[in-house]
C-alpha cells in the first residue's frame, strides 16, 4: 500500500511542478510532452530491470500481453482489464479503475485535467515498448472516469 | 523490487528535470529547495495514510523511532542503521547503504552531485515529522557514498 502511495503522491508532485514550471501559451501541450518523455525514459528503465530474466517474446502480441498483465500488475498493481486490436498494429488497453485518476474527483469538471495524469503512463508505455523493440505512438483518453483506454499504434520500421 | 525501482527511476527523472528547469545563479541551492519542498509534501501525504491506525506516539524519541523503522522501510526497504541524539532535540539517523545513493558511482568526484539526491529525503523526513507534530529542520551529509547521514534539528514552539 505505501509503495503505491509513495510512487502516486512523487507522480501528483511532478505534475504539479511541471505545470507551474512550464508556462506559455503552449502550456499544457509542453508540459503533457515533458511528463510523457519522463514516462518514456521510467519506462525503459523499468522494463528493462524487469524482463531480464524473461523468455523470449513470440511476436508482438505477446509483448503486449506481458505489458498487460506482468507490467500493469508491478505499475499499477492489477492488470490491464480489457485488451483489443485490429491486428494491424493497433492495440486499445482499456482499465477500468485508473489507479493515477481515482484520487481526482469522479466530476466532469475535471476531465479537462485529465492528460496530465495520463501523460506519463503513455511514456511509461512508449518507453517500455520501445526497448522491447516496438516502437509506438501511445495515446490515451477517458470517457467515464476513473477508466480509461490507452491506445498504442505499432510505427512499422 | 519493481516497485522500488519505479520510484528510483521517477526520483532520477525529477531531479534531472528540477536541475535543467531551475537556471540562474543560485542554480543548485533553488534546484535543492525544489526538491525539498516536494519531499517535505509526499513525506504529508505518505505519513497520514501510514499512521492511520497507529497507537498514539509516547513522546519525541518515540516518533524518532517510528521514523527510522517503520517509515524508512516503508520508503527504502530497510532500516536506519543507526539513531543518535543528544537528548536536546538534536537527532542524526545514519544509512550505511542509502537507497538513492547506490546508483551513484562511488567515486569522489560525484561527491558533490549528492546533495540533490538526498534533497527530496530531507523534505520526506520533515514533511513527516511536521504531520506528526514536530517541527524540525532536516539537514544531510555524505561522508563515504552510498553511507549519509541525516540530521534532524527539531524546532522547539
Same mark, same amino acid.
Given at each position: 500500500m505505501a509503495d503505491e502511495a509513495l510512487f502516486q503522491f512523487l507522480h501528483n508532485e511532478v505534475i504539479q511542478y511541471v505545470n507551474t514550471t512550464?508556462?506559455?501559451?503552449t502550456e499544457n501541450g509542453r508540459c503533457v510532452s515533458k511528463l510523457e518523455n519522463m514516462g518514456f525514459r521510467v519506462g525503459q528503465g523499468l522494463i528493462e530491470r524487469f524482463t531480464k530474466d524473461t523468455a523470449r517474446f513470440k511476436d508482438e502480441l505477446d509483448v503486449m500481453k506481458f505489458i498487460c498483465k506482468d507490467f500493469w500488475t508491478c505499475v499499477f498493481?492489477?492488470?490491464?482489464d480489457n485488451l483489443r486490436t485490429n491486428h494491424q498494429g493497433i492495440y486499445v488497453l482499456q482499465d477500468n479503475k485508473f489507479r493515477l485518476l481515482t $484520487?481526482?474527483?469522479?466530476?466532469? $469538471?475535471y476531465l479537462e485535467n485529465a492528460p496530465k495524469y495520463l501523460a506519463f503512463t503513455c511514456g511509461l508505455v512508449r518507453g517500455a515498448l520501445s526497448n522491447l523493440g516496438v516502437k509506438s505512438i501511445v495515446t490515451a483518453e477517458v470517457s467515464v472516469m476513473p477508466a480509461c483506454k490507452f491506445q498504442v499504434m505499432i510505427q512499422k520500421m
Open positions: 512550464e508556462s506559455g501559451e498493481k492489477k492488470q490491464i $484520487q481526482l474527483s469522479a466530476g466532469k $469538471q
